[in-house]
């Protein structure tokens, strides 16, 4: 790929050796930033008896403790008097923000505006690695609230000189295609699916006007979602990944991971069981720390943040596309993984076996699961859910053989205790807003874990 076609071509291609310097550079200024105006740094590199001048390189973070969303809470208020991650001035805040706390009490961050500027760096590259040029009109499905994602979309896409349309929800009317014709929408699978379905419905096709592509973001999502995505669509689907703590990561054009920014973000992989970080193509959870250029401020900074986010390294070689910063796996959340029998089971398991293309003609896509005790104390029920479009006409035993069958081929732990009739997997099938999540404020929990026994 030409160097022109990306945002910030000198960095997103530079050589390994180099890139892994700046890092470096920025690594050390940015700790000792920490602990020069973090009230909470300054005492946690006291309390474990770190010398912020001797971290001089990004393995050396590998040593320093992790933090988490929950240290984060038990240093802001109501638990401290002050917000004791906050690394400025009050008179340098240009925002607060908020997590949706949707895993506990929302945690506040502060942005000055450098950090606006360094969060719609991310995006920007993401963008322009996705095709996007001043000629794209681009649909936020996004909520303008206080979280970060759909403001820093809007400064990256001035900052590349396209346009937006800042609807925030994906529930617009059909007008806003056919007058403006934007060329892309941003929102989540599960909108993206339900807004394709409703112009169906209205006799409009998605094919037929002038989306040629999407940027899926917001949760994890299979591949068969994808895919069926893409072909209701008739247009290429790029995946993102982004957070108010900063993990900005997107796709390019080739499809071949999301490349991490490393000159702003860092990430290690860690694995909690294991209790260390891993090797590249290990899986285990996301650590982040976010890396400040010399003379840089930040309203509230991480180093070694356990974003509890499962992910693992694809390659640290220089992509199809040209650029040569790291790609990962989509990451995950750990939440949405369970345990059965010793064996990981995520919500996007049970999302490719419902997404099989035989089963799209009979159900809409949405589904819940549940984990329940079986009857003795080594037996599992795993309940799924799916939703027909009409029950009357809906073809059951083709949907729970296609479900069943995808979901056992790649799990063949699970496939060896469910044939050994430990496991026992069961389907139901409901109408349209027949799932409890319809219920649901929020962002729809998909994989419930509802054993009493340990």
């Known amino acids: 790929m030409p160097a022109t076609t990306c945002f910030s071509p000198e960095i997103e291609t530079m050589e390994r050796s180099d890139l892994d310097s700046l890092i470096d550079e920025r690594v050390r200024y940015t700790v000792q930033y920490a602990a020069e105006h973090s009230p909470f740094y300054r005492r946690w590199f006291k309390e474990n008896r770190i010398q912020p001048g001797e971290i001089r390189v990004h393995e050396d973070l590998l040593s320093l403790p992790l933090i988490s969303g929950k240290t984060i809470r038990e240093h802001q208020p109501p638990v401290t008097k002050n917000f004791e991650f906050l690394s400025t001035d009050w008179s340098n805040i240009f925002s607060i923000q908020e997590t949706s706390g949707t895993s506990g009490t929302p945690k506040g961050f502060f942005l000055t505006w450098d950090d606006w500027k360094r969060y719609a760096e991310k995006y920007a590259r993401s963008f322009v690695s996705q095709g996007f040029t001043q000629k794209d009109r681009i649909v936020v499905c996004a909520s303008y609230g206080m979280n970060v994602g759909a403001n820093t979309m809007t400064i990256a896409a001035q900052r590349i000189g396209m346009g937006i349309i800042p609807i925030g929800k994906c529930s617009f009317d059909s007008r806003i295609l056919k007058n403006y014709r934007p060329t892309s929408i941003v929102g989540s699978v599960f909108k993206l699916i339900h807004l394709g379905r409703r112009l169906r419905a209205e006799g409009v096709k998605p094919a037929e006007i002038a989306i040629d592509k999407l940027v899926a973001g917001g949760e994890s999502f299979a591949e068969e979602s994808r895919k069926y995505l893409a ?224």
């Open 231 to 454: 072909d209701q669509w008739g247009c290429p689907v790029y995946n993102t990944y982004g957070s108010t703590e900063g993990t900005m990561c997107g796709e390019c054009t080739e499809l071949a991971g999301l490349h991490v920014p490393e000159d702003i973000v860092h990430l290690d992989v860690y694995d909690p069981r294991m209790q260390g970080f891993v090797r590249d193509g290990d899986c285990g959870r996301g650590i982040l720390t976010t890396l400040l250029p010399p003379g840089g401020k930040s309203g509230m900074l991480l180093l070694n943040y356990d974003t509890e986010d499962t992910t693992l390294v694809i390659s640290r070689g220089r992509c199809r596309c040209g650029r040569t910063h790291m790609r990962i796996h989509t990451p995950q959340r750990e939440a949405e993984t369970a345990w059965i029998f010793g064996n990981a089971l995520g919500r996007v398991d049970v999302e490719a076996g419902v997404f099989q293309p035989e089963n799209m003609e009979y159900i809409t896509g949405e589904y819940e699961a549940f984990i329940y005790d079986g009857e003795s104390p080594d037996e599992v029920v795993f309940h799924i859910s799916v939703e027909c479009m009409d029950p009357d006409r809906c073809d059951r035993k083709l949907v729970e053989n296609q479900l069943i069958g995808r979901f056992l081929k790649y799990k063949p732990g699970l496939a060896s205790q469910y044939h050994d009739g430990k496991l026992k997997i069961s389907i139901n099938f409901t109408g349209p807003g027949g799932l409890e999540l319809h219920n649901q404020k929020g962002r729809p929990k998909r994989l419930i874990d509802r054993r009493k026994r340990a």
